[in-house]
């Protein structure tokens, strides 16, 4: 919803109730769209999870005639199929290969090599942190953004705060522009037309360390797949540049920067010209100043290819959040008497005038799985350590302390185990493939959290990061998975089985694998989710 308003004589706002900061209620979940940089880091080739998805080499065979009816024999055929296809990959000699594939149901391990290596997962971080979560704070979990002021300080007769506004930002990764100008039309829907102050900031539901553990591994990378992480953030912390050509195929194209937020983030270059032949290149450069962010967009764009996306970090989350939601209040004709904005606490007995919810936190998952969006993974992992600490200023070793704390209860041997973020982005793991699945089993036979898992993975040959991977008849629908890429990462973690058959819980986990033996280690992957899918057949 746009905004929730507050009733006509405004009430408080009592402190968020453990592991939830709202109470349900139907919200739509907007995400834009990356076209420019992806996921993972920008020299991966390829740059994202995405790249994956687009990766059309040949299917996997799928298994001719009838398995063995025995049991002890099918798992001889499957034990032996999978040894045999990775030995027809000596490319992957030279890199390291963990494998682990067990039996949910049983918890029986049904085929693995080297399955307590110490591996980087890259995204198959995401489905730990998403496990935890939906196992810490439930499916129906919200974010809460609330605007406040102090009792005596609005007059629904005059209209006036004579005071200021506070703004509470409790880490929803989901805020957009139009749910701040949302919390500004319920403002004014409710009476009020000036504030006698200015803007406050609390942000104290997070500690001040907006850039994740390890980002700082690849400084000058400026694609929106690095972005900050803040207690108030809006857009994913990114600005998305909009190149949209010239209708008549020459001429300058139109480029804009969304958010409208020139305070924070400034356009100071858009020379991109509308062109009917040849090939789209526009390039995109952004620069952090001390108070802002400078974008320039240069090139040329093919009328026929329609408009161009790019995305661009945010150094500062805060300013540009609270950009925007001031450009909303003056939109909404509420005067603000001092510009900018500070960051304090909210001071005790305030009371919310006007408030949003994301959606739940099932939905954000099946975006950040299915997608592999780092800035989701990294607010849900902040989140879990706020929840868990029940104190303000959470910080990064919080959400690690949850996620291991999870993983305790489940009953994984953590000996060696290393998750330093949330996403798994650049060098922050070393997990083993036998506590990946570990993992997966758990959340497997947990109820509450095993439907909204797998509904967040992308699912083989239709959606995500897996649609164009196990096409076949035989396999399509019936693997759910996170994949995962970095420079000299290629990993995959899931589940595959059929209807009325066993489920297999499995990972295939490549490191140290150059460019050249990529398409070996996807193809190995998919035949391996393959023979599970054949082996898991009543």
């Not at 997966?440 to 797998?454: G, I, K, Q, S, T």
Request: hydrophobic share 40%; net charge negative; aromatic share 4%.
């Amino acid at each position: 919803m746009a905004g929730v308003l507050a009733a006509a004589t405004v009430g408080s706002i009592d402190p968020a109730p453990a592991r939830s900061q709202a109470e349900p209620g139907a919200v739509a979940l907007e995400r834009a769209t990356d076209a420019g940089p992806g996921d993972e880091p920008a020299d991966a080739a390829p740059a994202d999870d995405e790249g994956e998805a687009g990766d059309d080499s040949a299917e996997p065979a799928t298994p001719q005639g009838d398995l063995p009816a025995d049991p002890a024999e099918r798992l001889r055929w499957l034990q032996g199929e999978l040894r045999e296809q990775l030995a027809d990959r000596p490319s992957l000699r030279s890199a390291r290969v963990g494998i682990e594939v067990v039996d949910v149901a049983t918890g029986e391990r049904l085929w693995s090599h080297d399955p307590d290596g110490r591996y980087n997962l890259a995204s198959n971080t995401k489905v730990i942190t998403a496990a935890a979560a939906l196992a810490s704070l439930g499916p129906d979990y919200r974010w809460r953004t609330s605007v406040l002021a102090m009792p005596a300080a609005f007059s629904q007769r005059t209209g006036v705060v004579d005071g200021d506004l506070y703004v509470r930002g409790r880490g929803d990764p989901t805020l957009e522009g139009d749910d701040l100008a949302g919390l500004a039309r319920d403002l004014r829907v409710l009476g009020v037309r000036k504030v006698t102050g200015g803007l406050i900031l609390d942000r104290s539901y997070f500690d001040g360390a907006d850039v994740p553990p390890h980002f700082d591994e690849q400084p000058r990378e400026r694609a929106g797949f690095r972005a900050s992480v803040g207690a108030l953030s809006v857009s994913r912390n990114a600005a998305v540049i909009v190149v949209e050509p010239d209708p008549t195929g020459a001429g300058a194209a139109r480029v804009r920067l969304v958010p409208d937020a020139p305070e924070a983030v400034r356009l100071v270059r858009a020379e991109v010209i509308t062109v009917s032949r040849g090939r789209t290149h526009v390039r995109i450069v952004s620069a952090a100043k001390r108070d802002h962010v400078e974008v320039s967009v240069t090139g040329q764009l093919n009328v026929d290819d329609g408009i161009y996306y790019g995305r661009q970090r945010v150094d500062d989350p805060a300013a540009m959040a609270m950009e925007v939601l001031r450009r909303a209040l003056v939109d909404e004709g509420i005067r603000i008497g001092r510009r900018g904005f500070q960051v304090a606490p909210t001071p005790v007995g305030a009371r919310a005038l006007a408030e949003h919810d994301s959606a739940e936190l099932a939905v954000v998952l099946r975006t950040m799985n299915k997608h592999s969006d780092n800035f989701y993974a990294e607010t849900v992992l902040k989140t879990l350590g706020a929840e868990a600490r029940g104190a303000p200023e959470a910080t990064w070793a919080d959400g690690v302390a949850a996620v291991r704390a999870y993983l305790t209860g489940c009953g994984v041997d953590l000996a060696g185990l290393r998750i330093d973020n949330g996403s798994g982005l650049f060098s922050s793991t070393e997990v083993s493939p036998a506590q990946l699945v570990a993992t997966l089993r758990c959340a497997a036979r947990d109820f509450r959290v095993a439907p909204e898992l797998m509904s967040s993975l992308a699912v083989a040959g239709i959606d995500g990061t897996m649609r164009r991977r196990l096409r076949g008849d035989a396999t399509v629908g019936r693997v759910r998975a996170k994949t995962g890429t970095l420079a000299t990462v290629t990993t995959l973690t899931g589940y595959a089985g059929v209807d009325g058959g066993r489920l297999a819980a499995f990972a295939v986990l490549v490191n140290d694998a150059g460019s050249a033996t990529r398409r070996d280690a996807r193809s190995l992957q998919d035949a391996i989710a393959a023979t599970l899918v054949a082996y898991a057949a009543p």
